[in-house]
């Protein structure tokens, strides 16, 4: 499975960006997409996931504000992200496995996501 990340960039306090990731390769086995993000000097950390059915799950840090959606038939998970703090700026990585509960097994490159005050 691949996945390519596109998206990232600079923005201003306040402000929004979206996320794509688009997955390819045997995705049959695909059920949950979602993104990390590691701050630095920090551990890398869950933002959001999202199962094929649309059960979603959100870092309390980001509830309210990012929104993670999926097209199936596009094999496409996406992350709006509103309001955007400094302490949202990390490199965002896509990610993909079998469940929720589990943790990721494919991973996409990092798109950078800087925020400025």
């Known amino acids: 499975v691949q996945l390519q990340a596109s998206g990232g960039g600079l923005v201003q306090a306040g402000g929004s960006l979206r996320l794509s990731c688009a997955a390819s390769?045997?995705?049959?086995?695909?059920?949950?997409m979602g993104w990390h993000r590691q701050a630095p000097g920090k551990q890398r950390e869950l933002v959001a996931s999202i199962s094929s059915g649309g059960i979603t799950n959100y870092a309390d840090s980001v509830k309210g504000r990012f929104t993670i959606s999926r097209d199936n038939a596009k094999n496409t998970v996406y992350l709006q992200m509103n309001s955007l703090k400094p302490d949202d700026t990390a490199v965002y990585y896509c990610?993909?496995?079998?469940?929720?509960?589990?943790?990721?097994?494919?991973w996409g490159q990092g798109t950078l996501v800087t925020v400025s005050s």
């Open positions: 390769g045997h995705i049959f086995s695909i059920n949950a």
């Open positions: 990610n993909a496995g079998f469940s929720l509960v589990t943790a990721p097994r494919y």
